[in-house]
């Protein structure tokens, strides 16, 4: 399985000795343009080599919006005169830390960024007029995020949504038990999404299902774990064909398993 916990995993890192502040920049220099500094010591120090580096100031991403394609790399201080630098690296944001311009005023809860952040990675979103399954709605931040692009969005949850998002035009309610919906007996879902807090195993019982049964094309879904982490069921998730688990920066004690079916 791959490292899904990883917040960004350096993926060539080479270490140099740098006698100097000016070494470490131009050996930076010579490998690349763009470089995020990684600063748990040797801060003052990796400052100074910093500011002599090309400035990278990303744009925040404006939901709904794919995440930066741009090369980036990363590097640190193991020591005043050691370098360690990966000229690339899995995440597309510095650290691993994606940046939003927020909704502070829609949403009724927080919930939407972690939703955000798997949908910039994926690059793909729903489109106006699909077809959404919200397992566990409530209070409506995923429902909210769906309806404001214009899907359909069908809320499952045992609470009630917050009535401004229960009231957002192709916002449907069904105030149920996500595990009761049988997926045969349902129409198919462009995309089934799920934030039900729920056992693991159980979960994927669920997601199995749905993608065995042919009536999700998409699935987006995270993984609670209360209490010690169930590694087999997320090992379970991430061996289902075509699906990955990630640990996202907006997850708490959470994987996010994402599948695209063909
Ligand atoms: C973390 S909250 C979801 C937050 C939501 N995604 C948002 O953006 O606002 C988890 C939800 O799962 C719901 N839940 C727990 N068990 C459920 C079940 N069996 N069926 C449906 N929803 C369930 C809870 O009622 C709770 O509202």
Same mark, same amino acid.
């Given at each position: 399985?791959?490292?899904a916990?990883?917040?960004?995993?350096?993926l060539?890192?080479?270490?140099?000795?740098v006698?100097?502040?000016?070494?470490?920049?131009?050996?930076?220099?010579?490998l690349?343009?763009?470089?995020?500094?990684?600063?748990p010591?040797?801060?003052?120090r990796?400052?100074?080599?910093?500011?002599?580096?090309?400035?990278?100031k990303?744009k925040?991403?404006?939901?709904?919006?794919a995440?930066?394609?741009?090369?980036?790399?990363?590097?640190?201080?193991?020591?005043?005169?050691r370098?360690?630098?990966?000229?690339?690296?899995?995440?597309?944001?510095?650290?691993?830390?994606? %940046? $939003?311009?927020?909704?502070? !005023?829609? @949403?009724?809860?927080?919930?939407? &960024?972690?939703l955000?952040? +798997?949908?910039?990675l994926?690059g793909?979103?729903?489109?106006?007029g699909?077809?959404?399954?919200?397992?566990?709605?409530?209070?409506?931040?995923?429902?909210?995020?769906?309806a404001?692009?214009?899907?359909?969005v069908?809320?499952?949850?045992?609470?009630?949504?917050?009535?401004?998002v229960?009231?957002?035009?192709g916002?449907?309610?069904?105030?149920?038990?996500a595990?009761?919906?049988d997926?045969?007996a349902?129409?198919?879902?462009?995309? %089934? $999404?799920?934030?039900?807090i !729920?056992? @693991?195993a159980?979960?994927?019982? &669920?997601?199995r299902?749905w +993608?065995?049964?042919?009536?999700a094309?998409n699935?987006?879904c995270?993984?609670?774990?209360?209490?010690?982490?169930?590694?087999?069921?997320?090992e379970?998730?991430?061996?289902?064909?075509g699906?990955?688990?990630?640990h996202?920066?907006?997850?708490k004690?959470?994987?996010?398993?994402?599948?695209?079916g063909?």
């Amino acid at each position: 399985m791959a490292a899904a916990w990883a917040q960004n995993i350096w993926l060539a890192p080479q270490e140099h000795d740098v006698a100097s502040i000016g070494a470490a920049a131009s050996i930076l220099r010579g490998l690349q343009r763009n470089w995020g500094a990684y600063l748990p010591d040797h801060v003052r120090r990796a400052t100074l080599i910093e500011a002599r580096l090309p400035p990278l100031k990303p744009k925040p991403l404006v939901f709904p919006q794919a995440a930066p394609t741009a090369h980036l790399g990363a590097w640190t201080l193991l020591g005043a005169r050691r370098l360690l630098a990966s000229p690339t690296q899995s995440s597309p944001w510095i650290n691993g830390q994606p %940046l $939003f311009v927020e909704d502070r !005023a829609g @949403p009724p809860s927080r919930a939407y &960024l972690k939703l955000w952040e +798997i949908l910039a990675l994926l690059g793909t979103w729903p489109q106006p007029g699909e077809r959404c399954l919200d397992l566990g709605a409530s209070p409506g931040g995923w429902t909210y995020a769906l309806a404001g692009l214009g899907a359909a969005v069908v809320a499952v949850d045992k609470a009630p949504l917050d009535p401004a998002v229960a009231g957002m035009k192709g916002v449907t309610l069904r105030q149920e038990s996500a595990f009761g919906i049988d997926p045969a007996a349902e129409p198919p879902v462009d995309w %089934l $999404f799920s934030d039900v807090i !729920a056992y @693991p195993a159980r979960m994927l019982t &669920l997601v199995r299902a749905w +993608i065995d049964t042919g009536r999700a094309r998409n699935v987006v879904c995270t993984l609670k774990f209360q209490g010690p982490t169930d590694h087999e069921a997320a090992e379970a998730f991430a061996a289902i064909a075509g699906g990955r688990v990630r640990h996202l920066f907006h997850n708490k004690h959470e994987l996010t398993f994402s599948w695209e079916g063909k």
